[in-house]
Nanobody, 121 residues
């Protein structure tokens, strides 16, 4: 069983920055693609960013491209999401996700419990 625990959420003013962290259990970490999704009130969960197993490839939703950066440290079993130039529309619960080899990163196998990010205007 894989466990993912997010941290780093909070309240920030528009234009500010936050860094989310996701700590993963188990020896699998370096074999899984990792990603971040978010869900705003009244909306469906949406893709934010994903990073490949080695960290050499990353993909972003258009809405966060140029502002957010995903990274990972396989030695620490941790994935990060650096969020800069935050906007009120970034307000959401952010979820860490792990995708097994051979599956679509948009359909993760494991989810964290989520961390709230609130951006005030």
């Amino acid at each position: 069983q894989v466990q993912l625990v997010e941290s780093g959420g909070g309240l920030v003013q528009a234009g500010g920055s936050l860094r989310l962290s996701c700590a993963a259990s188990g020896r699998f970490f370096s074999t899984y693609a990792m990603g971040w999704f978010r869900q705003a009130p009244g909306k469906e969960r949406e893709f934010v960013a994903t990073i490949g197993r080695s960290g050499s490839r990353a993909y972003y939703a258009d809405s966060v491209k140029g502002r957010f950066t995903i990274s990972r440290d396989n030695a620490k079993n941790t994935v990060y999401l650096q969020m800069n130039s935050l906007k009120p529309e970034d307000t959401a619960v952010y979820y860490c996700a792990a995708t097994a080899p051979g599956t679509n990163y948009n359909v993760p196998d494991y989810w964290g419990q989520g961390t709230q990010v609130t951006v005030s205007s």
